[in-house]
């Protein structure tokens, strides 16, 4: 099946600074890219997502960038806050098939 | 909309009980997601259904594990007999349909003693 590999596993920044998450991939057939947060103890949920056919979105804080040549995508949080702080997955769809694979997660850690 | 509904959140049982978890999908969501939560092994996807029919049950890990979804509305997962290394949170999903957001249910949190 796809394989993705999400890096670094544990990230710590203070707050105002940035954090990137980053993500490789294999399949060149991939063509959905969301990325979830999930709080400590709470269920995951989508902060935004990116198809193929666009190479960068932006949402207030938050941006992913897509590389299909290199496949990689990268999430991207600025002015980071302590509510932030969560494990951060990305994930990708292939194809036509409705499932999506799961990264194995960042928890990012914001310091006041 | 109440989203994505889950029972029961919490279970503990003891080895080589039978254990039932429920879902109710999202009204008009037509696939359905069963992931497991562990610390050492991340999100796994069980098995998923798309209108009521299982596509894809790679993900579940041995026969002791199975799922149903006997109508649009309703999804159980089994687990029988248990054993402690079930222990994990479930989580259901449900979405739309293609290239749409998969909302997860809050969780059932399972322990095996």
């Known amino acids: 099946g796809e394989n993705v590999e999400q890096h670094p596993s544990t990230l710590s920044v203070q707050e105002g600074d940035s954090a990137v998450i980053k993500c490789t991939y294999s399949?060149?057939?991939?063509?959905?890219f969301p990325w979830y947060k999930q709080e400590l103890g709470k269920r995951p949920q989508l902060i935004i997502d990116?198809?193929?056919?666009?190479g960068e979105k932006k949402d207030q804080r938050i941006a992913v960038t897509l590389n299909k040549t290199a496949k990689h995508f990268s999430l991207h949080i600025t002015e980071t806050q302590p509510e932030d702080s969560a494990v951060y997955f990305c994930?990708?769809?292939?194809?036509?098939?409705?499932?999506?694979?799961f990264g194995t997660g960042t928890r990012l850690q914001v310091t006041l | 909309d109440a989203g994505v509904i889950q029972s029961p959140r919490h279970e503990v049982t003891e080895m080589g009980q039978e254990v039932t978890l429920r879902c109710k999908p999202i009204?008009?969501?037509?696939?359905l997601f069963w992931y497991r939560q562990t610390m050492m092994r991340g999100l796994e996807l069980l098995i998923y259904f798309n209108n009521n029919v299982p596509i894809d049950d790679s993900g579940m890990p041995e026969d002791r594990f199975s799922a149903k979804m006997p109508n649009a509305s309703f999804s159980t997962l089994k687990i029988q007999p248990s054993e402690p290394r079930d222990s994990a949170v479930y989580f259901c999903a449900s979405n739309p349909g293609h290239y749409n957001e998969q909302f997860f249910g809050p969780g059932t949190r399972l322990t095996v003693l």
């Open positions: 994930a990708l769809l292939t194809g036509t098939a409705s499932k999506l694979t």
């Open positions: 399949d060149s057939a991939s063509n959905y």
């Open positions: 009204s008009g969501h037509n696939s």
């Open positions: 990116i198809r193929s056919n666009v």
